[in-house]
């Protein structure tokens, strides 16, 4: 019998978690909550099948269903009145708030972590004290919930410093503070004027290098790595501008050798996966890490308990295998094609600040490549509107990133709308000449 899948959330990171599962040929139809217009014309896409992929395509039904992500109790009911075989947590709110606990409880099947293991993302505090009593290689720090101890400390120790909001922050709760104006702005903000809400901050000495993104699917020991990623957070070219949710991704880094992967694979991520167990809070879905390159050999920057956006959506297109029985913890002979790939995100002018809704967007059917939808909502005319700080983020595979960029820029001239940006630099660290 196909199975029924209920995908939790409404981005770009769960449009290719959905067409990821549409690949699956155990797969009959998916649900998404709340889903977005991608997701909702996913179904067509299948049926027609895609340009790119076209032929690992399936007829497979997708419905979006009009739930928060944070309704536990009415996504809980859905799963049970649909049958739901399998749900899939997008979301950190989502895990944050307990749902895989719910869930496990009434004995349905969910691929996410629970509650407790969630920390690892929800409390930046946590997760430092957690490296540090493990020996988890990162940088020092120190947290405050004073905002007067705080900037004394700022004040006494060299600049540039880190400072993070100790929660949930939607990718925003991270200042790299090079004056001390500036860090006493941020100190403001996240402990006076409770910018994120109520909590503490986490101040972390500053540490340079090449980032690059490190996901797993976890089962308590059990670990089967991803493909490695970079992302690009600051908004304009050059990275510069304010830190973003991310402007743009992409997989095989130059700069990263075997020795570096074995490295993070068994000093950070095994190493985290344990002591996560050890903790009596087993971690049982994506573990992200988000690590640096420095000088002094390879160290985290922060954990994620979820997939990565915009990671994912350059990721899980180079995925052979079937993702279903991944997200059922069966990690025996995954596969990824040698191809490599990368996307770029097209974000509301203004973002990651102020920024307008309801711009129409047009040329979406001339694209030849992956478009995910990450804030996007249909007008009353069918037309498809900006309804986000990121809106769309268009996707290639090929042979080789110099091939794949050209690809993907190329492309993004055809889509249309007078309120969307871009940079044009993506994956420069990975072009030759």
């Known amino acids: 019998m196909m199975k029924k899948v209920l995908v939790i959330g409404g981005g770009g990171r769960e449009h290719a978690i959905v067409d990821a599962l549409s690949r699956s040929p155990q797969v009959g139809k998916i649900y998404c909550a709340p889903g977005n217009v991608g997701i909702a014309a996913q179904t067509k896409c299948v049926e027609d099948g895609a340009k790119e992929n076209s032929e690992s395509q399936r007829d ?68 430092k004290q957690l490296m540090i009593k493990y020996n988890i290689p990162t940088a020092a720090y120190q947290s405050f919930s004073n905002y007067e101890e705080a900037i004394c400390y700022v004040r006494n120790n060299p600049l540039p410093c880190v400072l993070k909001y100790d929660g949930l922050a939607a990718g925003k709760g991270v200042v790299i ?63 510069s501008g304010p830190n973003t949710g991310g402007m743009g991704a992409y997989t095989v880094l130059p700069f990263i050798t075997q020795e570096d992967y074995q490295y993070a694979y068994t000093e950070i991520l095994q190493k985290t996966a344990s002591a996560m167990i050890n903790e009596g809070c087993p971690l049982s879905g994506v573990l992200y890490g988000g690590l640096m390159k420095t000088r002094d050999g390879i160290k985290v920057i922060e954990f994620n308990a979820r997939f990565g956006d915009p990671e994912t959506e350059v990721v899980l297109p180079l995925l052979e295998s079937d993702i279903y029985n991944l997200f059922t913890f069966d990690f025996s002979n995954v596969q990824w094609t040698k191809k490599c790939s990368m996307g770029v995100v097209m974000a509301s002018k203004g973002y990651p600040g102020k920024y307008e809704k309801g711009y129409v967007i047009e040329g979406l059917d001339d694209v030849d490549a992956k478009i995910y939808h990450m804030g996007t909502r249909s007008g009353s005319d069918g037309k498809v509107l900006t309804d986000g700080g990121r809106v769309l983020m268009v996707v290639a595979t090929g042979q080789n990133i110099n091939e794949v960029r050209n690809k993907v820029y190329n492309e993004i001239g055809k889509i249309r709308c007078e309120n969307l940006f871009y940079r044009s630099d993506i994956a420069y660290q990975a072009i030759t000449n």
């Open 177 to 239: 503070a090079k004056t001390y104006d500036e860090a006493d702005k941020a100190l403001q903000d996240m402990l006076m004027h409770q910018t994120f809400g109520q909590g503490r901050v986490v101040i972390e000495d500053y540490l340079e290098g090449p980032e690059f993104s490190f996901m797993c699917f976890v089962n308590g020991a059990d670990i089967c790595p991803m493909i490695l990623a970079q992302d690009h957070k600051r908004a304009y070219d050059g990275d």
């Open 60 to 127: 497979v039904l997708v419905q979006c269903i009009d739930i928060d992500v944070c309704d536990v109790l009415a996504l809980r009911e859905f799963a049970l009145s649909h049958s739901i075989d399998l749900t899939v947590v997008g979301p950190e709110a989502a895990l944050a708030t307990g749902i895989v606990d719910e869930f496990r409880a009434l004995g349905l099947q969910i691929f996410g972590h629970t509650k407790e293991a969630t920390r690892i993302e929800s409390s930046k505090e946590f997760a």
